[in-house]
């Protein structure tokens, strides 16, 4: 059973910007998404086949698969991910800094092909809001 990573979509606008983000890096060479981390997660093999899900206005509002850890340029470690995003069913979380593991047991279900997840359909704080209230 694979364990996941969550991590803030800092600095993107809206879930369709971040998406965006991720489309730019398929065009790249070996066509996947990178993110820098100092660390490489201690539990980084259990990870390889999971996914890193984004939390956006303090709520889980997708996943990108997850490929593996590979040593940047800089000495820190890339997250190697598929450049897309796949909507599960929002989710509400806490902010924090870094990258945090979630549990199998733990994790959202995918939304079926095609929907978007209420989080993307309505503005993000006030998905957030809902999500805080247990509404979302």
């Known amino acids: 059973m694979p364990l996941h990573l969550t991590k803030i979509a800092f600095g993107v606008q809206s879930i369709a910007d971040l998406r965006q983000r991720l489309e730019r890096h398929a065009a790249t060479p070996g066509g996947e998404a990178r993110l820098h981390t100092r660390n490489l997660p201690r539990r980084a ?3 390889v086949g999971g996914s890193l899900y984004w939390i956006y206005a303090h709520t889980l509002v997708a996943r990108s698969p997850l490929l593996g850890f590979a040593r940047a340029e800089d000495g820190r ?3 190697r991910l598929e450049p897309r995003l796949i909507a599960i069913e ?16 733990d994790a959202p279900a995918d939304l079926p092909d095609g929907a ?4 993307e359909a309505m503005p993000g704080n006030l998905a957030g809001e809902l999500a805080r209230l247990g509404l979302l």
């Open 45 to 47: 093999e259990e990870l």
């Open 77 to 79: 470690w890339a997250i």
């Open 90 to 105: 929002p989710t509400p979380r806490p902010a924090h800094q870094g990258w945090r593991y979630l549990a199998q047991e």
């Open 116 to 119: 978007v997840a209420d989080a």
